[in-house]
């Protein structure tokens, strides 16, 4: 198999020729058709977050086809299309885990970054953490639902019933979640950074009923506002757009300092609150939502030998939705 992986910190991706791996007990292999590129990758790799796995294949909104199966796995799922997700395994019993709470897992395991990913041909991968797929789904613009489509699912949920919905940083996961807001009857306002009207465009051309700069205050007062970009400075800017008791959810695993705040902004009942990995739950109410809301994705497509490349454009903000590696 070929694999994209990281030996060092700070480092480009290398390509390399490894033996294909067999799946353990309980495990599936898939042969993969497509794997998108989220920022949290450009967190493992730049070392922003502690203890990645190395040397470590990156990649967790991976698409593929069941190719062979460990022991003890139901044969119906070889051959099938599956996606896996970050979420790669937990323990099942510590206190988060028996409570519904399984993205807080004591002891998890992540794709692309405690375990090997999708920046490959193959990849091994727990079968309960493994969705199935619809199997004339396209790989390709499926893929960046794995992650960015949940993440930006469960931070909606954290955002609550609220009409007014703004989404700060209109990247791969906004646009996704944007039109599940639409399908909802929401109206969404885009914050994207300063200038970047193409940002600003495709939010509108999504169905936006605003978009601007994000130190702009929206037209009217927020029910809740979810933050995408992983800027601290934009949490008092999302809490001076919320209304009296309104919601900002940070939806990152990484995001720079929040600058100090004045108490006053804050108060009123107005809270802040973030969103961490996922469960198995939220995919299960996912896909469906987002079949039934018709949820496309813009996609860029590079072949999985550029990975270094797809990763730099996504640091640059070089396209709008997602990058997506094609073995
Ligand atoms: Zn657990
Ligand atoms: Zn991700």
Not at 83 to 103: D, F, K, M, Q, V
Not at 146 to 163: D, M, Q, S
Not at 260 to 274: A, D
Request: hydrophobic share 40%; charged share 20%.
């Amino acid at each position: 198999m070929k694999a994209m992986v990281l030996r060092e910190i700070g480092r480009p991706l290398v390509l390399e020729e490894r033996p294909e791996p067999l799946p353990g007990p309980g495990e599936i292999r898939l042969r993969i058709e497509a794997c998108a590129v989220c920022r949290t990758d450009l967190h493992v790799i730049d070392g922003d977050l502690p203890h990645p796995r190395l040397p470590l294949v990156p990649g967790h909104e991976i698409v593929g086809i069941v190719d062979a199966l460990g022991e003890g796995v139901d044969p119906a799922r070889l051959g099938r299309r599956v996606g896996i997700p970050w979420l790669g395994h937990t323990c099942g019993y510590c206190s988060y885990c028996r409570s519904g709470a399984e993205n807080l897992c004591d002891e998890p395991v992540f794709t692309g970054y405690t375990r090997d990913g999708g920046f490959a041909t193959h990849v091994v991968a727990d079968s309960d953490y493994a969705f199935d797929l619809d199997a004339n789904a396209d790989p390709v613009s499926t893929a960046p639902l794995l992650c960015a489509g949940l993440i930006g699912w469960r931070a909606l949920k954290k955002a609550g019933e609220g009409r007014a919905i703004g989404l700060y940083g209109f990247g791969a996961a906004a646009h996704i979640l944007m039109q599940i807001c639409a399908w909802q009857g929401r109206s969404v306002y885009a914050f994207t950074r300063h200038g970047d009207e193409a940002a600003q465009r495709f939010a509108l051309e999504l169905g936006a009923k605003w978009a601007g700069p994000s130190d702009l205050p929206p037209p009217q007062p927020l029910d809740a506002a979810i933050i995408f970009a992983p800027a601290g400075d934009l949490v008092p800017s999302a809490l001076r757009a919320v209304r009296k008791g309104g919601r900002v959810v940070c939806g990152g695993i990484h995001m720079s300092d929040i600058p100090h705040m004045p108490y006053s902004i804050l108060w009123q009942e107005r809270s802040i609150t973030s969103v961490a990995n996922l469960t198995r739950e939220d995919a299960r109410e996912f896909f469906p939502v987002a079949c039934a809301a018709g949820v496309t994705t813009r996609t860029r497509a590079y072949p999985l030998t550029r990975a270094n490349e797809a990763l730099d454009d996504l640091r640059n903000g070089r396209f709008s939705g997602a990058a997506v590696l094609v073995p």
